[in-house]
């Protein structure tokens, strides 16, 4: 079983194929992954919050854990302008190699709304609003 995901960043639209349940090896990559971010982070004064020193390390270090997350993609780079056939692809296996750092902006949010997803995953958040999990 696997859960899809579509995509809310107009420049990088289409889906996302989660692995449901999370491997042990894709937990192991993700727990790793949350590591190298932390260092580039600090306890906030608000609870639950971190307070991040250098934004792209942390969301960069961040991928290898998505990455391993992901069972398959439907990601597209929706360059403005671009007919819907010339919208090329994103590479069919991301990592951090290949993973898109522009538009910044754009990029940031793709890390950000990825790490959301897979962690409704591994704590078995349903995108169903009553769901008592989602508020914890």
């Known amino acids: 079983m696997s859960r899809t995901v ?3 960043i107009a420049r990088f639209p289409g889906t996302v194929t989660l692995r449901d349940p999370i491997t042990f090896p894709a937990l192991i990559a993700w727990k790793d992954a949350w590591e190298e971010a932390l260092k580039w982070a600090t306890r906030s004064e608000t609870p639950g919050k971190v307070d991040v020193s250098d934004i792209y390390r942390f969301r960069s270090a961040l991928i290898p ?3 391993a997350c992901i ?3 439907a990601l597209v780079n929706a360059k403005p ?3 819907n ?3 090329p692809a994103l590479p069919a296996s991301l990592s951090l190699d290949n993973f898109p750092a522009s538009p910044e902006l754009d990029a940031l ?3 950000a709304w990825l790490t959301d997803e ?3 995953v591994i704590n078995e958040v349903e995108d169903d609003p009553k769901d008592s999990r989602s508020e914890a």
């Open 81 to 83: 302008g671009a007919e």
């Open 71 to 73: 069972e398959s993609h």
């Open 109 to 111: 949010q793709l890390i």
């Open 85 to 87: 056939g010339n919208r």
């Open 65 to 67: 854990g998505i990455a």
């Open 118 to 120: 897979v962690q409704k």
């Open 6 to 8: 579509t995509s809310p």
